[in-house]
């Protein structure tokens, strides 16, 4: 019961718990053992941030900025730029305000990655999560190679109280769009999730899958407003960016689900994947539960990265403020 209670930032603060560790063990060091901003201070934070499986190309935009701040602010002190560098940290992870427009749209949303990424889990969740907005969800089961991808989603449609379209196993993905897109014009849909094949072809298999299947929704459903999100293992750490980059040159990404962030001492990649790709994560999964998958706030992360927790009251207000916004 405690459990359910704590909030969601409580729940990201305890997943980053190793990453954290490790960034705080690296920058306390850090802090203390240099008197002054020199190569060897800037050699050892780029190791540091490396290590949280940053990148090294957001490593050097981080540190880059850095230098800039403390130059424009006159810092001598290694000490004083610790905030500097969160700032700089920060800068690398905006989110527009206008990303999660779908939402209250009439909306066709792709949902793309490889295989046990958390996929179908994280479609599962949306759906509930739009469902409980008071939006009329559907779902399509075009995940038609993995033998449990179709069983899956519909148990996932029955928790979450949403329709689902499917077909028989082995049969063209963009049948089962096709068949959903009608069916969701036909039920006036607000939102149709559609799941894909999460096998990660060859480049070009990849393109004509999706190509196909964009086709289709671009000639049977043009007014629909259109999102892409790519769902990814934060766990694998540059693996999940590797795996972005593929699918971003097979397909138009409009947003990035980072799940399995609970206990990973990878979470510094939330922050490379946003700052190479400049794709926005949108969301983050730090567990099992429905509402363990949010959406993705910066100011929160770095927080949760730096050891800033979030008073009671303040997380109290934070959660309120969602909650009247999905109403």
Known sequence: ???????????????????????KSGFDSLFSGFSKLDDDFYEELEEILIMADIGVATTEEIIDSLKEKVKDQHIKEPAQCRQL????????????????????????????????????TTIGKLAAQYKKAGKKVLLAAADTFRAAAIEQL?????????EIISGQEGVDPASVIYDALAAAKARK???????????????????????????????????AFRENLIVLDGTTGQNALVQARQFKEAADITGIVLTKLDGTAKGGI?????????VPVKYIGVGEQIDDLQKFDADSYVKALFDVPVPADEEETAQNSTAQEEN
């Open 154 to 162: 519909t148990a996932w449609a029955g928790r979450a109280g949403v």
């Open 270 to 278: 939330a922050i490379a994947i946003q700052s190479e790709l400049h």
């Open 1 to 23: 019961m405690e459990e359910k209670k704590k909030g969601f930032f409580s729940r990201l603060f305890a997943g980053l718990s190793k990453t954290r560790d490790s960034l």
């Open 189 to 223: 849909a607000d939102i149709l999730l559609c799941d894909t094949a999460g096998r990660l072809h060859n480049k070009k298999n990849l393109m004509n899958e999706l190509g196909k299947i964009n086709r289709i929704i671009d000639r049977e459903y043009p007014e």
């Open 85 to 120: 560098l969160e700032e700089s940290i920060r800068e690398q992870m905006t989110v527009d305000e206008n990303a999660y427009d779908f939402e209250n749209k009439t909306s066709v949303v792709l949902v793309i990655g490889v295989n046990g990424v958390g996929k179908t």
